[in-house]
């Protein structure tokens, strides 16, 4: 099992900057997708960004230009610029091995969750 841990939360003006980390350890898979994932009270979580084991990378719409995923030394990152009110959500990292729907960022293509960092944007 792969276990996760997120940080790098925390509260931002609109349009303002921020990173978050995953940082993963335990039985990676080989080949590994990896994912960030947003959820507000009362909906469902949403996909943000993914990576695979290869490096390509996929984003949903409402991130794209703004929000950058990468993976490096057991660390999942987002950096988040150009932040807006509506990106205010708690932020999950998950993983998961490779298969080909994390291009359209799915929950259910991931297995494994970290517990979340929250992310809130004032206007």
């Known amino acids: 099992q792969v276990h996760l841990v997120e940080s790098g939360g925390g509260s931002v003006e609109a349009g303002g900057s921020l990173r978050l980390s995953c940082a993963v350890s335990?039985?990676?898979?080989?080949?590994?997708?990896m994912g960030w994932f947003r959820q507000v009270p009362g909906k469902e979580r949403g996909g943000v960004a993914a990576?695979?084991?290869?490096?390509k990378t996929a984003y949903v719409d409402s991130v794209k230009g703004r929000f950058i995923i990468s993976y490096n030394n057991a660390t999942l990152y987002l950096q988040m610029d150009s932040l807006k009110p509506e990106d205010t959500a708690m932020y999950y990292c998950?993983?998961?091995?490779?298969?080909?729907?994390?291009?359209?960022?799915?929950?259910?293509?991931?297995?494994?969750w970290g517990q979340g960092t929250q992310v809130t944007v004032s206007s």
């Open positions: 998950a993983a998961g091995p490779w298969n080909p729907y994390f291009r359209q960022v799915r929950p259910g293509a991931f297995r494994d």
């Open positions: 335990g039985d990676t898979y080989d080949p590994y997708i």
């Open positions: 990576i695979d084991s290869d490096g």
